[in-house]
């Protein structure tokens, strides 16, 4: 079974308008990760927070972690069209060799 | 390195037969993972490698799959009797370490192989 859940399933924007999609998942994690993948191809890592941290920036991407919560959010600023893409979120509630994954977002960027 | 390879990209087959593919890990990781992923959702384990040694394998890994990796390089997954429930993206990703503190980087992802069982 899928430990989380991405919401909302599919989010359309305009080009440069900011992108915020949601992760819950059920059980204790010692990391949560996201990650990209563009349609029909493999998943690129975008970024990776420990529990014991709240918020990792990278580049136009801001993570948040809520362990109270189990949840996250991932936030794109300023999105492009090559932002396009399903995304995912992947904790490692089991192991940290397996990754259990939501069932992603599909973000469309609008020119 | 260019990163993980995997081939082939697609594969048809018809129900019955037998397929393998084939994943090239990023030389200095000696974590190795198989996944599969079907239409709109996200990808499920199959199997983990440390080095050649296989120290896991999901239930999803019904006795007709079969993965190896000799002498800790590539690896290979092997379907036998093809049915159409097998028909999915199957991923193969590598790693220097588990993700976490050691390693903030995550797994490094092929682009998978798209398998079709008609």
């Known amino acids: 079974s899928q430990q989380g859940e991405e919401d909302p399933q599919a989010l359309s924007i305009q080009e440069g308008e900011n992108a915020t999609m949601n992760c819950s998942y059920k059980t204790s994690i010692n990391n949560l990760q996201w990650y990209r993948q563009n349609s029909g191809r493999g998943l690129v890592h975008l970024i990776l927070i420990r529990s014991n941290e709240r918020e990792k920036h990278s580049g136009r991407l801001r993570v948040t972690l809520d362990t109270s919560k189990k949840s996250s959010s991932l936030l794109i600023t300023a999105s492009r069209a090559a932002d396009t893409a399903s995304y995912f979120c992947?904790?490692?509630?089991?192991?940290?060799?397996?990754?259990?994954w939501g069932a992603g977002t599909k973000l469309i960027i609008k020119p | 390195d260019t990163g993980v390879s995997q081939d082939p990209r697609h594969k048809i087959t018809k129900r019955g037969q037998n397929v393998t593919f084939r994943c090239d890990p990023i030389?200095?990781?000696?974590?190795l993972y198989w996944y599969r992923q079907t239409l709109g959702q996200g990808p499920e384990f199959l199997t983990y490698?440390?080095?050649?040694?296989?120290?896991?394998k999901s239930r999803l890994l019904s006795d007709r799959f079969s993965a190896e990796r000799p002498k800790g390089s590539f690896s290979t997954l092997e379907i036998q009797r093809t049915e159409q429930g097998d028909s999915a993206m199957y991923l193969c990703?590598?790693?220097?370490?588990?993700?976490?503190?050691?390693?903030?980087?995550?797994?490094?992802f092929g682009s998978g192989t798209r398998l079709t069982v008609v």
């Open positions: 992947a904790t490692d509630a089991r192991s940290n060799y397996q990754l259990i």
């Open positions: 490698f440390q080095n050649e040694a296989q120290l896991e």
């Open positions: 990703a590598s790693s220097q370490t588990g993700a976490g503190a050691l390693n903030p980087y995550g797994y490094t």
């Open positions: 030389s200095e990781h000696n974590r």
